[in-house]
């Protein structure tokens, strides 16, 4: 008998440490970019982007732990469409006991000079995109946002591919005019 069959063979770490490596990657890679998408979706509400980006990252580990790991391709547009998901979802059933007026305060300090534009742009984005009806808002959400096919975003919201568009069209008329931007149409 040779000295290397004497050693055990290696024994594979448990399922439980794989998965909590699994999600602890998938976390550091997408987790900014699917809170940026939500707070988004959320009108710039942090506390919404927050639960939502939970959710997702949650829902990912369910998946790990039921064995579907392969069943999902790309892990960063499924975290954001869950994540978006998550909002539209909570603002729909939730729109009677909070007003849309509830985002935060931004921050009113200035890190560096050369963002204040580009912090009041969005400010004002948020502001405007807080003001288009519900419905505008989750096409555009789900469209733009989320990256959802016209055709699934129609399904989600139980409307005609054709509504979709509308909506989005009349959202992006809403803001182009609230953001006092020309549009080139």
Known sequence: ?????????????????????????????????????????AAGCTADAWDATQHAFIKAWEHMHNLQLNEVVNWKGWLIKT????????RRHHSRLASLD???PADSRILLEDHVVLKETYQGMMEAVGQ?????????????IAGCPTAEAAADM????????NLIHQARTRLLAATGEASDD
């Open 1 to 41: 008998m040779s000295a290397a069959a004497d050693e055990p063979l290696p024994v594979p770490p448990p399922a439980e440490a794989v998965w909590e490596k699994q999600i602890e990657d998938l976390y550091e890679a997408f987790h900014p970019v699917v809170l940026r998408k939500a707070t988004l979706a």
């Open 83 to 90: 994540a978006v998901r998550h909002v539209l979802f909570a």
């Open 102 to 104: 509830d985002s935060e």
């Open 132 to 144: 288009l009806s519900p419905r505008q808002r989750q096409a555009l959400v789900l469209v733009h």
């Open 158 to 165: 139980g409307v005609s591919a054709s509504t979709v568009r």
